[in-house]
């Protein structure tokens, strides 16, 4: 009887393990600098198992521009202080189109992923395609494709975030971390 006992335990215990390892990957925050700050702000409770990837993603986005856009920057030359504008407009129009990539490589774990396999880019991908151009944006991927902002050691990364009106804090608020998504999961 003992044996049966420990072997049922064993059971349960590796179970719960397994469920819980999979709910965590699944709910993991959304941001290396907010986590999940903006979901909790805007719906008053943390993301859960039946949260679609998007929404977060959206909400993440909206609640980041809506912040720094608040925040006074006079401090700025006016040159950066448009700058910055501009590219808050464009991670607008970014999250609006809402096409966000995929993190193909990385299943257990949520990751930045500058651009997918489908050439889909994420916000911060996106911006410096917009504004640098898409080769810029390529040649970075290549190095960088699954790294947080603050370790792209590329000389055209610093400069181009030198001379974005944001910092580098806040471009690490801006990059979402994507999960893996099976092709028929939304």
């Known amino acids: 009887m003992k044996v049966l006992t420990m072997i049922a335990f064993m059971a349960i215990a590796a179970f719960l393990g397994m469920t819980l390892a999979s709910t965590q990957r699944q ?6 600098v ?16 039946q949260t679609s990837e998007p929404l977060r993603i959206e909400t993440h986005l909206a609640y980041v521009e809506q912040k720094l856009r608040s925040r006074k920057v006079t401090h700025l030359p006016e040159p950066l202080q448009k700058k910055r504008q501009q590219l808050l407009t464009l991670l607008q129009q970014y999250r609006d189109a809402g096409h966000f990539p995929k993190n193909h490589d990385y299943p ?19 911006l410096i395609e917009q504004t640098a151009g898409r080769e810029v944006a390529e040649r970075i991927n ?3 494709q699954y790294d947080y902002i603050q370790d792209m050691n590329m000389p055209e990364v610093k400069e181009w975030i030198q001379q974005s009106g944001l910092t580098e804090e806040e471009w690490a608020m801006i990059q979402p971390e994507y999960r893996f998504q099976s092709p028929n999961f939304r």
Do not use: K, V, W
């Open 27 to 32: 709910i993991q925050p959304i941001n290396a």
């Open 108 to 126: 257990e774990e949520r990751r930045p992923c500058l651009m997918d396999r489908e050439g889909t880019l994420c916000a911060i991908g996106y």
């Open 34 to 49: 907010i986590g999940d700050e903006s979901f909790i702000e805007t719906f008053g409770r943390r993301p859960d198992l």
């Open 142 to 144: 290549t190095r960088h």
